[in-house]
T-cell receptor, first 113, second 113 residues
Framework: GENVEQHPSTLSVQEGDSAVIKCTYS??????FPWYKQELGKRPQLIID?????GEKKDQRIAVTLNKTAKHFSLHITETQPEDSAVYFC????????????FGTGTRLTIIP | DTGVSQDPRHKITKRGQNVTFRCDPI?????LYWYRQTLGQGPEFLTY????????KSRLLSDRFSAERPKGSFSTLEIQRTEQGDSAMYLC???????????FGSGTRLTVV
């Protein structure tokens, strides 16, 4: 089955700096890669996703890149703000997201004011 | 439609008791998923349904766990003879092919004492 690894497990950045979180996956059949933000005690919230036929996707301060050959994808947050502090999870799935998700272990991001 | 609803939000039970959780998905979504999340970890897949058919069950789903989606709408997850290790957040999500990507419910937090 699919295995998703995520690094780093914790990340602290100064407000205004950029943050990068990286994930690798094992199943070459995976074709959908979402990123979720989860605040303490709340549900995971989808912040951005990418399909395997696209190499990069951007939404304001958030971008995701995908390297299918190397089987890794990354989340980039620019101009970080205190409200970006949360736990971020990457995930992988087949069938463009209409399938079970395999999650990474999460990255606790702390933005230092 | 207000999204995926889960009930109850919190459940405290004594070890050995049975508990049942309910999930109401987005009405247009034909797939429904159950995940379990423990503190500091990513959600782990338990099982999923397409309409009323249970298509896959994880090895994590022991014989004490059973899930149903009798009419292809809401789903229930029952845990029999609860153990302390069952303490976790149980998340439900739904999806459909026409709208790839998941919507998660707020979860049911189970505490077994």
């Amino acid at each position: 089955g699919e295995n998703v690894e995520q690094h780093p497990s914790t990340l602290s950045v100064q407000e205004g700096d950029s943050a990068v979180i990286k994930c690798t996956y094992s199943d070459s059949a995976s074709n959908y890669f979402p990123w979720y933000k989860q605040e303490l005690g709340k549900r995971p919230q989808l912040i951005i996703d990418i399909r395997s036929n696209v190499g990069e996707k951007k939404d304001q301060r958030i971008a995701v890149t995908l390297n299918k050959t190397a089987k890794h994808f990354s989340l980039h947050i620019t101009e970080t703000q205190p409200e970006d502090s949360a736990v971020y999870f990457c995930a992988a799935s087949n069938d463009f997201g209409n399938e079970k998700l395999t999650f990474g272990t999460g990255t606790r991001l702390t933005i230092i004011p | 439609d207000t999204g995926v609803s889960q009930d109850p939000r919190h459940k405290i039970t004594k070890r050995g008791q049975n508990v049942t959780f309910r999930c109401d998905p987005i009405s247009e979504h034909n797939r429904l998923y159950w995940y379990r999340q423990t503190l500091g970890q990513g959600p782990e897949f338990l099982t999923y349904f397409q309409n009323e058919a249970q298509l896959e069950k994880s090895r994590l789903l022991s014989d004490r766990f059973s899930a149903e989606r009798p009419k292809g709408s809401f789903s229930t997850l029952e845990i029999q003879r609860t153990e302390q290790g069952d303490s976790a957040m149980y998340l439900c999500a739904s999806s459909s092919r026409s709208n790839y990507g998941y919507t998660f419910g707020s979860g049911t937090r189970l505490t077994v004492v």
